[in-house]
């Protein structure tokens, strides 16, 4: 492969270098000869036969673009987490919930005060919540820190059943 590859460069190479004595016939109908200075003009086709294709050159170093100073802020985003309640913790500041989906993944959301909790259209209280209840969570996932606080949550028939 490697032969054939450079019989094919070396043909390449030389039809390239012969380039402009074609070029020249062609516009003086070949029957006229080149002067001197065209074929000086020529690159030497036997150095461009010769040169080895392995050799590469070392491409030019790319330019490091400046940091900023300060990191652009990263802003929490919102997801919506449905599973059974494995856990609650009342008694933490801000309260805790640990919820766990179908597939076994569980999730520590806190629950701040101003959290809606509902079931249905009923307002609930977080005293409620019973541990293997269904529920839907939306929290807000903060990036930069990792934790996530609970905006609504929504217990039992109200919330889409984590299958």
Known sequence: MKVRLLWVSGILVLALAL???????????????????????MPDSSAAATASPAAPTAPAPMPVPAT???PPA???????F???LSAVDAQATPAMITVQ??????????????AKISQGTSPKALTDLKTGDKLTVEYTY??????????????????PSAQ
């Open 19 to 41: 380039m402009p004595a074609l070029s020249f016939a062609a516009e003086h109908g070949g029957k006229e000869k080149m002067d001197s200075a065209a074929v000086a003009s």
């Open 68 to 70: 900023p100073s300060t």
């Open 74 to 80: 990263l802003k929490p985003i919102v997801i919506t």
């Open 82 to 84: 449905s599973g059974d």
């Open 101 to 114: 989906d179908r597939y076994g993944v569980k999730k520590e959301i806190s629950v701040p005060a101003e």
């Open 142 to 159: 903060d990036v930069a820190t990792g934790k996530r606080a609970a905006q609504s949550i929504t217990i039992g028939e109200g919330a």
